[in-house]
């Protein structure tokens, strides 16, 4: 009897215990945890306002709440565009995009791919970091190319659940949150009305495109659980900045375009809508010329952490003092080289 204890107690009692740990282990592995971190309020606000207005000929961000992210979403599995009812041609050709389009066009898909492609190590530049699938569950970026009007405005309705009319912008960006996950619905280009708009349309395609994938790293290196306040010319300003290594974007802008800028504050949104794009870039472009790119890198980095003002406070600027110059810059703007392209 002794005996029988002593063989319970030292093997059968381990033996028992190792099964039900592992067996709570491997329970509570996929459960969540059981402190839920939360969106600030504040931060919420701005998410969802962002895109409640489309404006015609820019491009356009808008944020989507949705109710989850299952788990064939991060695989690009359950893409607009992978049905073959869509009626889109699909094409993985490398490790970090998927490409839809309405014509089975490869030659043109493989310049778009070489753009995108381009834009990783200046991104990283400007923006601290690319956004590799592996970061984000192994989703690869979706960039849809629509060369007609209807798959355009197919698409953007698709990806963003509203029935707004898109027709008569360039390009838009696609992002969606629940809870505390956030992931990149896709990159729709309007490649049919750019063609049909510019003399340059080569161009003016890679300015999109990189201009939509600022958006995709800026939104997607955001800290959700954080009070954040991105403010329209924050990201469109960054995202023209950006572009403009592509094509100069912000060009000479007239008296009135000079004052209607001037009249906003770095602590808001900027009105009219436009402003935030020309506006915005000529921020980035003042901080550059004032304090170098290493600090434009900071400030930017601060942004997916912080409000404006605590951007400004950790790198020991004052925001009006900043408001003051940058307001004199845009005064004093006279760029004229109209249609500088770098690249
Ligand atoms: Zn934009």
Redesign the pocket.
Same mark, same amino acid.
């Given at each position: 009897m002794q005996r029988l204890r002593f063989v319970i107690f030292v093997f059968l009692f381990p033996l028992c215990w190792n099964i039900v740990f592992m067996f709570w282990c491997n329970e509570i592995r996929n459960s969540k945890s059981l402190v839920e971190v939360i969106i600030p309020e504040s931060t919420k606000v701005f998410l969802d306002s962002i895109g409640s207005r489309i404006i015609e000929g820019v491009?356009?961000?808008v944020v989507v709440e949705i109710d989850s992210i299952d788990k064939n979403s991060w695989t690009n599995i359950t893409d607009y565009g992978q049905d073959d009812s869509d009626d889109l041609y699909r094409y993985e050709i490398d490790s970090l995009f998927v490409f839809y389009s309405d014509l089975d066009e490869l030659e043109i898909i493989n310049d778009i791919q070489q753009y995108a492609i381009e834009a990783i190590e200046p991104l990283i530049e400007v923006m601290g970091h690319y956004i590799y699938p592996y970061q984000v569950r192994g989703r690869k970026l979706p960039i849809y190319i629509c060369n007609k009007e209807e798959t355009y405005q197919k698409v953007c309705q698709t990806l963003t659940h509203r029935n707004t009319d898109f027709t008569d912008t360039w390009g838009l @960006?696609v992002h969606a949150y629940c809870g505390l996950e956030t992931q990149t619905s896709g990159v729709i280009l309007n490649k049919g009305n750019i063609y049909e708009l510019s003399n340059t349309p080569e161009i003016d395609l890679k300015a999109t495109l990189w @201009?939509e994938m600022n @958006?995709y790293v800026f939104f997607q290196s955001l800290d959700l659980s954080k009070e954040l306040t991105p403010y329209v010319w924050m990201y469109?300003g960054l995202?023209d900045y950006f572009a403009s290594l592509v094509r100069e974007q912000t060009l000479l802008l007239s008296e009135s375009q000079k004052q209607s800028i001037m009249k906003n504050t770095l602590q808001s949104s900027f009105d009219p809508y436009t402003d935030n794009y020309s506006g915005g870039e000529l921020f980035y472009r003042y901080f550059e010329m004032q304090y170098g790119k290493q600090d434009v890198l900071t400030l930017v980095k601060s942004f997916y952490t912080m409000s404006l003002i605590e951007s400004f406070n950790s790198m020991n600027k004052d925001v009006y003092q900043e408001e003051q110059q940058w307001k004199e810059f845009v005064k004093n703007n006279d760029y004229e080289q109209e249609n500088k392209i770098y690249k």
């Open positions: 491009d356009n961000v @960006h @201009h @958006h469109e995202a």
